[in-house]
């Protein structure tokens, strides 16, 4: 196997450091050999929300994954018409890196209604692991879930990281609101946010 590649998803509506901090943690852990950062252009849980725009978003990514030869920037759902679901995500990835593992990254409250995303059997089974960022309330019950998807323990790898109370949201109402937000994120990300005048409103 051409070793293993996480898939960490998300908005990134701004990237801080709270997303760098658990994505360096789980390529460690769960010794990655690369990691994608899948930018989600419009997600489907989001559709009432205001989002900032795609290439606003990307710019701000690009810049904070700059530094790091192991994390990398993936175009899988930009070049794709929506909706995205993650299973087809991860079987387009999987095409792209044939030989290799996928690990895909969630949060402790996504594996806990992982049974109501869509297609969660495949989406299992095309990958080689689940990679779960643990929060303290999120209250897993693997015993249910187990029941509910057969074979998913033995997939799911629980990522020991700080718990960081840094949100995208609350950058984003810091920023809005004049307070402090420049020791959330890399100053490159700050820099261009400043310049584009981003969240100011």
Not at 183 to 189: A, G, K, T
Request: charged share 15%; glycine share 8%.
């Amino acid at each position: 196997m051409a070793g293993l590649i996480g898939i960490f998803g998300g908005t990134f509506d701004p990237p801080h450091l709270g997303h760098l901090i658990l994505a360096a943690e789980a390529a460690y852990q769960l010794q990655l050999s690369r990691l994608l950062w899948v930018l989600t252009p419009t997600p489907p849980h989001k559709l009432n929300q205001n989002i900032t725009p795609l290439a606003a978003r990307l710019e701000l990514l690009q810049a904070a994954l700059a530094d790091n030869p192991l994390f990398e920037l993936s175009m899988v759902e930009m070049n794709r018409p929506g909706p995205h679901y993650a299973v087809d995500t991860v079987r387009l990835l999987a095409q792209q890196n044939s030989g290799a593992g996928m690990v895909y990254l969630m949060g402790g409250d996504s594996l806990r209604d992982l049974p109501t995303w869509r297609q969660p059997q495949e989406l299992l089974a095309a990958c080689a692991s689940l990679g779960v960022m643990r929060r303290p309330e999120d209250a897993i019950d693997l015993t249910v879930l187990e029941s509910q998807l057969p074979g998913l323990t033995g997939k799911v790898r629980f990522i020991n990281a700080p718990l960081l109370e840094i949100s995208s949201r609350e950058i984003r109402r810091r920023i809005a609101c004049g307070e402090p937000y420049r020791y959330y994120l890399q100053p490159q990300v700050t820099a261009l946010i400043q310049s584009r005048g981003l969240y100011q409103d």
